[in-house]
């Protein structure tokens, strides 16, 4: 079993940076590989949109409404994947979820899912 648990969120005022990071944990087993990742950003009534995915080559792409103020980065030594946010609007504001494809051993058998987090809130004030 894996667990994505997000941090890093909060108030900020509008111009303002946060980073967000999203811990990958394997409960039972161990864990191989993170093959890609994203950040996802609800607001109510709202699907989840995605922001940022990073493939597990580095490969980085980006939402129009982000690019140039978020950046996503993904640390393969310690497991996490991290948002960085700039120039935050208060149309930023949202419940920010983290995704990974991840592949995990458990003695001989090997299991690839995706896997969420439960989400961080982000408020941005004007």
């Known amino acids: 079993q894996v667990e994505l648990a997000e941090s890093g969120g909060g108030l900020v005022q509008a111009g303002g940076s946060l980073r967000l990071s999203c811990v990958v944990s394997?409960?039972?087993?161990?864990?191989?590989?993170?093959?890609?990742a994203a950040w996802y950003r609800q607001t109510p009534g709202n699907q989840r949109e995605m922001l940022a995915s990073i493939s597990s080559s580095g490969y980085t792409t980006h939402a129009d409404s982000v690019k140039g103020r978020f950046t996503i980065s993904k640390d393969n030594v310690d497991n996490k994947i991290h948002l960085q946010m700039n120039s935050l609007r208060p149309d930023d504001a949202g419940v920010y979820y983290c995704?990974?494809?991840?592949?995990?051993?458990?003695?001989?058998?090997?299991?690839?899912?995706?896997?969420w987090g439960q989400g961080t809130k982000v408020t941005v004030s004007s």
């Open positions: 394997v409960v039972s087993g161990r864990l191989e590989t993170i093959y890609s």
């Open positions: 995704t990974a494809n991840i592949k995990t051993r458990r003695g001989a058998a090997l299991t690839l899912a995706d896997y």
